[in-house]
């Protein structure tokens, strides 16, 4: 979700109102989603890189975080949203961490779309935390059993969520910056300049429709 700075900074305003517009975009970007029948989406919401910005910054998103909970909440009941997060959440403010614990409890039986919120989230810190876990099963065990790889996915953040089929980036970046880098190993890539508070109901249907377009192989013929 990038580029919420740089809408506010061309319309002469605070970064953080371009983090506040993002936040609109999320909650019109989930009524779609529900609308369309799509079951999954994750969203970098705050990547382990990004405790590099200033702090006032940092603060000002997680704020923008717990007040999107906080009103969104009954909306999601109502929409049949599931919460759940990828990411080291310890780290986060208390107060963000007991209303992300309060949402994902009260959400856990909804069935219509899972929204993955990634915080605190960087792939290379995902897949180093399962290899960990893993060897820590290993020693307990004391015995030396390699993985299947579908063991090794059960210690990823979300093991139940499926592969990224389709992967959008906003405002014209052309990187992954350490997002699911084991899940969207075939995930069709999709970029667009317009900037995250930008994107729009039919952005998206147009990234669905580029997606239905692609001819998918896995590897075979
Ligand atoms: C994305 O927008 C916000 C986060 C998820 C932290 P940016 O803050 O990265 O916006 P730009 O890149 O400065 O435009
Ligand atoms: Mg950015």
Same mark, same amino acid.
């Not at 999320?26 to 989930?30: E, G, K, Q």
């Not at 382990?48 to 603060?59: V, Y």
């Not at 180093?128 to 893993?134: D, E, I, S, V």
């Given at each position: 979700m990038d580029g919420n700075g740089r809408w506010a900074e061309a319309r002469g305003r605070r970064r953080s109102e371009g983090h506040r517009a993002g936040t609109e975009t999320?909650?019109?970007?989930?009524d779609h989603l529900v609308k369309i029948k799509v079951p999954y989406v994750s969203l970098? /919401?705050?990547?382990? !890189?990004?405790?590099?910005?200033?702090?006032? !910054?940092?603060?000002a998103l997680f704020n923008l975080l717990n007040e999107f909970i906080i009103t969104r909440l009954d909306k999601m009941m109502a929409k049949g949203v599931r919460i759940v997060t990828s990411g080291d959440i310890s780290r986060l403010p208390k107060k963000s961490r007991d209303?992300? !614990?309060n949402a994902m409890l009260r959400t856990g039986r909804n069935k219509k779309l899972?929204? %993955?919120?990634? =915080? %605190?989230?960087g792939a290379r810190d995902e897949i180093?935390? /399962? /290899?960990?876990?893993?060897a820590a099963k290993q020693i307990a065990g004391r015995k030396i059993k390699i993985p299947k790889e579908k063991e090794f996915?059960? =210690?990823l953040w979300q093991p139940e969520m499926p592969d990224v089929d389709l992967l959008v980036r906003? /405002?014209?970046? =052309?990187r992954l910056s %350490?997002?699911?880098l084991y899940q969207a190993a075939y995930a069709e890539l999709y970029f667009t300049d317009k900037t995250w508070p930008e994107f729009s109901e039919n952005d998206v249907d147009a990234a669905i429709f580029e997606f239905g377009r692609r001819k998918r192989k896995f590897g075979g013929l």
């Open positions: 999320v909650d019109r970007l989930l970098y /919401a705050f990547s382990t !890189e990004n405790w590099r910005r200033p702090r006032p !910054e940092i603060t209303l992300l !614990e899972v929204a %993955n919120f990634c =915080l %605190n989230y180093h935390r /399962a /290899a960990m876990r893993f996915r059960a =210690l906003t /405002a014209g970046e =052309l %350490n997002f699911m």
